[in-house]
């Protein structure tokens, strides 16, 4: 790699005694702390050994849980009780954000793979939004084709159903297109094939953008990259923001957000 001070210390720059420009990507902690209330957790795995037992795995993102407390499920909207959390193979009474947990509930309900699990928490559940994208793959996007769109742990089929426009970086404007080539930024409408669940970018990354995913290659096809987001639910809009990507160049900051209707 040309340049001082990249991945190793110069000696151009005796006057400089910081680290190198690799180690402080590297380590920088870009978390913020924000309050989070309520509970969530997405889904990972559906844990049945026997006909007694079964438990909802995966880790929790927002909040803390406790046995007895009451939780709903996203997208069937059913709610139960905790009567057990396990944090391996311990039984415990109580679970923190960060921690990866197996959740037993009072109820049968309908939770699979991708589904939610949450107390206190607002959360959206669609299947058809406008998104800003950062197109990625070597093919060209065009109307029609479809993906997977993977958000947290729910990988649901998608089609791009139309390229709005695209967006020119250097002044941010949009202007009619009908091919999206790689490096390219655009606003395109697009259909799950099932709702999804998602939240602000602000409470926690993994419901707050989602990339698509080539069908037959599985190359990273696109992320998420702008726009507010208004959901639109039999007649219904509820306007949210959620931001998906946030970078600093020089003085400029950028707020990147999915734009949902």
């Known amino acids: 790699t040309a340049g001082d001070n990249i991945t190793s210390p110069s000696k151009h720059m005796p006057w400089y005694k910081g680290d190198t ?3 402080y990507l590297e380590t920088v902690d870009v978390q913020t702390e924000e309050a989070q209330n309520g509970f969530v ?3 990972q795995r559906v844990c049945r050994p026997n006909k007694d037992f079964r438990g909802f795995a995966g880790q929790i993102e927002v909040g803390e849980l406790s046995v007895g407390d009451e939780i709903r499920t996203l997208p069937s909207g059913e709610t139960a ?4 959390i396990f944090n391996t193979d311990r039984s415990v009474e109580h679970a923190i954000k960060g921690q990866a947990v197996t959740i037993c509930l009072d109820r049968e309900v309908d939770v ?4 939610m699990l949450y107390r206190n928490a607002s959360l959206q559940v669609g299947h058809m939004f406008i998104g800003k994208l950062l197109w990625m793959d070597d093919k060209p996007l065009i109307a029609g084709r479809n993906y997977l769109l993977k958000v947290g ?3 649901v089929p998608a089609v791009v159903m139309k390229i709005r426009a695209k967006i020119e970086v250097n002044e941010g404007n949009e202007v009619p297109a009908d091919k999206i080539f790689k490096n390219e930024m655009a606003v395109c409408e697009i259909n799950c094939q099932e709702k999804i669940v998602y939240d602000l970018f602000a409470h926690h990354k993994e419901l707050g953008g989602f990339i698509l995913i080539d069908r037959v ?8 990259a702008g726009g507010s987001c208004r959901l639109a639910e039999d007649g219904h809009h ?7 990507y946030e970078s600093k160049a020089k003085d400029n900051m950028v707020d990147r957000i999915i734009r949902c209707r």
Do not use: E
């Open 21 to 23: 420009l690799l180690h």
């Open 41 to 43: 957790m997405p889904v």
């Open 81 to 84: 009780k905790v009567t057990q």
């Open 112 to 115: 699979s793979r991708g589904c």
């Open 153 to 155: 742990t729910k990988s």
């Open 217 to 224: 290659s599985h190359m990273t096809s696109a992320f998420a």
């Open 238 to 244: 509820t306007t949210v923001s959620c931001r998906t």
